[in-house]
């Protein structure tokens, strides 16, 4: 079936340094892919999508490319501030069907210290 | 944000009593969603829903069930709550075609 897997934290930066979160996907179909961010105590909100390959997610400093040659979906940002500690997970869902659930991968935890 | 309230927002309760989750929506969708998130999981489906009386079973279904009897209310009960079932509940929901789920605040439960 499905499934997502990012890179295990935590991941631990200074403030103003480059952040990458490793994401990749294994999909029988046509996903479209997401990040979403989770501070503590907060439920889940969406980052950024794109829905077929090469197309470029971004919001908040936030960029993701839609890699389908090497099932692929990292996140990056140029320069992380401590308001950026929190939970990131990638997700995939399958285009074909609407209403599908999202699969997740595990998540991973971003620390930013100043 | 999306309208989306879930209740209540943290339970405690124990083993082998009945437990209900709410999940409340003023947007109208058309799809609804229960998550559990537990450590090294990330979130896992549950049941989902794509209209008033219609459920479909997720990933990790087992001990649990779902009624849908409006548009706006998605009832996640626990018939016999075991302490397996302690965990972090999310309510996501989402309308047509291609647009992404959007998630409620949670619900922390712990089964003693």
């Known amino acids: 079936g499905d499934s997502v897997t990012q890179m295990e934290g935590p991941v631990t930066l200074s403030e103003e340094a480059f952040l990458t979160i490793n994401c990749t996907y294994t999909?029988?179909?046509?996903?479209?892919l997401f990040w979403y961010v989770q501070y503590p105590g907060e439920g889940l909100q969406l980052l950024l999508k794109?829905?077929?390959?090469?197309d470029k997610g971004s919001n908040k400093g936030f960029e993701a490319t839609y890699r389908k040659e090497t099932t692929s979906f990292h996140l990056e940002k140029g320069s992380v501030q401590v308001s950026d500690s929190a939970v990131y997970f990638c997700a995939l869902s399958d285009r074909a069907q609407a209403g599908t659930a999202l699969i997740f991968g595990k998540g991973t935890t971003l620390s930013v210290s100043s | 944000d999306a309208g989306i309230t879930q209740s209540p927002r943290h339970k405690v309760t124990e083993t082998g009593t009945p437990v209900t989750l709410r999940c409340h929506q003023t947007e109208n969708h058309r799809y609804m969603y229960w998550y559990r998130q537990d450590p090294g999981h990330g979130l896992r489906l549950i049941h989902y829903s794509y209209g008033v009386k219609d459920t479909d079973k997720g990933e990790v279904s087992d001990g649990y069930s779902v009624s849908r009897s409006k548009t706006e209310d998605f009832l996640l009960t626990l018939e016999s709550a075991t302490s397996s079932q302690t965990s972090v509940y999310f309510c996501?929901?989402?309308?047509?075609?291609?647009?992404?789920?959007?998630f409620g605040d949670g619900t922390r439960l712990s089964i003693l």
């Open positions: 794109a829905t077929k390959a090469d």
């Open positions: 999909a029988t179909g046509y996903p479209s």
């Open positions: 996501a929901i989402s309308g047509q075609g291609d647009q992404p789920q959007h």
